[in-house]
């Protein structure tokens, strides 16, 4: 009996065993269900937020109170007349009338000179002071042609009456006379090569017959080479000094092949140089080539409005050809912003009721065209009408500035 009893314990016991561990394995596995059901509940909300979110990303909102304190302010897309525009290259020149040499017709000695590269100087300037001994020559033979012209015109008219009165041979009087005419003429030609030399010759007597002879400036402009130094002997054909009339620059334009049935005569130009490249010097088309040139371009001369001291022959100019006007969408230019390369604009998609509704903004690419006095052409999407999209005018920085500080945001969260 006692063997029975102890035998119906023992089956006891392993029964109650075993009801305890399936019921601890019904509470775990009930827990992991639990737990991944809330997983599962947790994540869905997250991914369709995510979702959500990726849909919205060009959507921004602002409260009335955030609207008002950034100063944004919204508008229409205008219609403008906007220029159509041809950006060229090209560089500063001068024609080949204002590029003077100067030489000394006579030669001589350099024996005084001031002159440096890029100095500006005055018509009639002292440009240098030369010296030869040709100079001497030169103007005592003039001044004893002008003695002896003197009295041999004296001697014509008396050999003239005496002719007239049948007193004298005819044959003396015209012998009188070819000798009068041909000295007029030596003193004529000798005064033209002192002019030449620069001196002049009235007044030229004895008394100040000089070995020296001054060069001076023939227009006003600057000096762009100095070619000799004091003491050096230069001959006629010798280059001593380089000047450049600045007051005829012009704009020497590169304009290719392609573009050439753009461009006429009179049409605007704006252009800047690199050494001042927030100015702008306006000028105006003049002249059209007609060589093409080995890489199919074409030189279009263009006359400047104003004469700049900070422009120089030669200088290389970033230039703008106003083509004509076209009416165009367009917005202020502080209703563009750019990023990652492209221009968008903000669309208005939402205005508040009332005080306690939001602004909603979408961020909208376009592409962009001509640019002029602040307002710039823009070409939207097809889906979106011209004529009754609301913008924002003012304040884009502002929304772009948030999206992207929420982007962030989001991100790091």
């Known amino acids: 009996m006692n063997t029975s ?3 119906a314990g023992q089956s006891l016991t392993a029964n109650r065993f075993r009801l305890i561990y399936l019921l601890c394995t019904l509470l775990v596995l009930g827990a992991c269900s639990a737990e991944t059901a809330t997983e599962t509940d947790a994540d869905e909300p997250a991914a369709a937020e995510q979702d959500n979110g990726h849909a919205d990303e060009n959507l921004t909102t602002l409260t009335t109170a955030q609207f008002k304190a950034a100063g944004i302010t919204v508008g229409g897309i205008t219609v403008r007349n906007l220029s159509n525009t041809l950006r060229v290259n090209g560089s500063v020149d001068v024609p080949p009338q204002n590029l003077i ?8 000695f350099i024996r005084k000179t001031e002159l440096l590269p890029g100095m500006a100087i005055k018509k009639g300037q002292l440009l240098a002071v030369l010296e030869h001994p040709d100079y001497v020559t030169l103007q005592q033979e003039y001044v004893e042609s002008s003695n002896e012209l003197a009295y041999m015109e004296q001697e014509y008219r008396r050999q003239q009456t005496l002719s007239s009165e049948n007193v004298s041979a005819l044959k003396t009087f015209q012998q009188t006379e070819a000798a009068y005419k041909n000295l007029q003429a030596r003193v004529k030609a000798l005064e033209e090569k002192l002019a030449i030399i620069g001196v002049k010759a009235t007044g030229l007597t004895a008394a100040n017959i000089s070995r020296y002879v001054n060069l001076y400036a023939p227009v006003s402009g600057y000096v762009s080479a100095v070619d000799v130094n004091l003491g050096k002997y230069v001959t006629p054909t010798d280059v001593l000094f380089r ?3 600045a007051e005829h620059l012009h704009a020497d334009l590169t304009v290719y092949e392609k573009d050439l049935g753009k461009i006429r005569a009179g ?4 252009f800047t140089a690199p ?6 010097h306006q000028a105006e088309v003049y002249l059209i080539g007609k060589q093409i040139e080995d890489d199919r371009s074409i030189r279009v001369h263009a006359h400047l409005e104003e004469e700049g001291d900070d422009l120089v022959p030669g200088m290389y100019v970033q230039a703008v050809i106003e083509t004509g006007a076209n009416p165009v969408p367009a917005v202020p230019d502080e209703a563009l912003v750019q990023f990652e390369g492209n221009h968008y604009v903000y669309i208005v998609r939402g205005t508040p009721a009332g005080d306690a509704a939001d602004y909603t903004f979408e961020m909208t ?4 065209g001509v640019s002029e006095n602040g307002f710039t052409e823009v070409v939207l999407p097809d889906s979106i009408n011209a004529a009754t999209a609301t913008v924002v005018t003012k304040g884009a920085f502002t929304l772009l500035g948030k999206m992207k500080n929420s982007e962030e945001a989001g991100h790091a969260h």
């Not at 040499?101 to 001589?108: H, L």
């Open 267 to 270: 049409q605007r130009v704006w």
């Open 275 to 280: 050494n001042a490249p927030s100015k702008t």
């Open 101 to 108: 040499n100067i030489s000394a017709p006579m030669g001589g």
């Open 243 to 245: 000047l450049i009339d």
């Open 5 to 7: 009893i102890i035998s």
């Open 365 to 368: 690419e376009v592409q962009t």
